[in-house]
């Protein structure tokens, strides 16, 4: 079996990033481009084309596990995501004042949360170092690197619980949900380290304290953006960050979105399944997102890489892709007129 076209279908998700590119060059508003693609071009396209609920045959989950170009499209998001960070940093900023310059932020901040910690989260389950570290990195500029910790040792344990911070309740607005999710995972974040390290006493506590290596990081990045950029600079990077991190908790709202596993009389949950998380099988939403939509199988097997992933019929569907999910989910009442009929009775509080 060798490559074919098919399996380059996931180098559309390096749309976003040219759609800013693009931007860039055409300047002044085009900053916004970024944005009217992601929600306006990729929601027509999805009603446009077809859904696929295709998964591959064992021979070929062998083979394409081991096929290394898919995990270099992963990891040449790395040069896309931090150049056009500084490209933003030394010719935007400066160039354009006020409402521009926010909507090349905005947009920064849809690429940094889909091609940045998207990826992070991606390659955070991965089983080598590197990736894991390369994750890391991606997490940075969003600032929000707790979130490798919170997401393998918290979220994957207590996803579709009332004990899981990223998990939006029944009912529950997307705008309190970042607040809860927001805060509730860095609280977490802080009782897992701190349960990691407590076998561990004085400076070897603190050299294993992963979350003071990422703030350590986090405020490196932040002074070198001030002294290197200056002000304005760190403010607007502030900002990329802010948009990318609710994009991000957007994601989770939706991809959990009242559905709650069962308490059992030992006072343990019932496992995790297929049938608590909200899958999407729209391809534009796929690919751009290097199959994250296909959330229940990734929550069964959170090892196994994005392109093997598979389509579960038992996993309830949205009945959009994600991106359209993502701007319905900010009006709450159409939100909960379109999604709440769709939550399992027996899951309903």
Not at 94 to 109: E, H, K, N, R, T
Not at 230 to 242: D, E, M, R, Y
Not at 254 to 278: D, F, Q, T
Not at 304 to 322: A, V, W
Request: proline letters at 6%; glycine letters at 6%; hydrophobic letters at 45%.
């Amino acid at each position: 079996m060798s490559l074919n076209t098919r399996d380059l279908k996931y180098l559309t998700a390096y749309s976003t990033p040219a759609v800013f590119t693009l931007s860039v060059v055409m300047g002044g508003y085009w900053g916004f481009a970024t944005i009217a693609y992601v929600f306006g071009v990729v929601p027509i396209l999805e009603l446009l084309l077809p859904q696929s609920q295709e998964n591959l045959a064992s021979e070929e989950k062998i083979k394409k596990s081991k096929w290394g170009i898919f995990d270099l499209l992963l990891y040449t998001n790395l040069p896309i995501v931090f150049g056009l960070l500084a490209y933003f940093y030394t010719n935007i900023v400066p160039q354009y004042d006020g409402i521009i310059v926010l909507g090349y932020a905005l947009s920064l901040g849809i690429v940094l949360g889909a091609n940045g910690i998207n990826v992070a989260h991606e390659l955070g389950h991965r089983t080598t170092k590197t990736e894991r570290f390369l994750g890391k990195l991606l997490l940075c500029p969003a600032l929000y690197m707790h979130f490798y910790i919170e997401h393998n040792y918290g979220h994957h344990q207590h996803a579709a619980t009332p004990e899981d911070p990223a998990t939006a309740k029944y009912n529950q607005p997307v705008y309190s949900f970042w607040l809860t999710s927001v805060f509730g995972q860095l609280k977490s974040a802080l009782k897992i380290q701190k349960n990691l390290v407590r076998h561990k006493k004085g400076l070897d506590a603190l050299w294993h304290n992963d979350l003071l290596w990422y703030a350590l990081t986090q405020g490196l990045y932040l002074v070198l953006v001030f002294v290197v950029f200056g002000f304005n600079a760190l403010v607007w990077g502030l900002i990329v960050a802010l948009v990318a991190v609710l994009l991000l908790e957007t994601t989770n709202y939706i991809e959990h979105y009242g559905l709650m596993r069962p308490k059992k009389a030992s006072g343990r949950y019932a496992p995790v399944k297929e049938i608590h998380s909200w899958n999407s099988n729209h391809l534009m939403g796929r690919i751009l997102l290097y199959e994250l939509t296909r959330h229940s199988d990734h929550h069964y097997r959170s090892q196994k890489k994005y392109q093997l992933l598979d389509h579960h019929p038992t996993s309830p569907e949205l009945p959009f892709g994600y991106p359209t999910s993502i701007v319905l989910s900010l009006f709450p009442p159409l939100w909960f007129f379109i999604m709440n009929p769709r939550v399992p009775s027996e899951m309903k509080p």
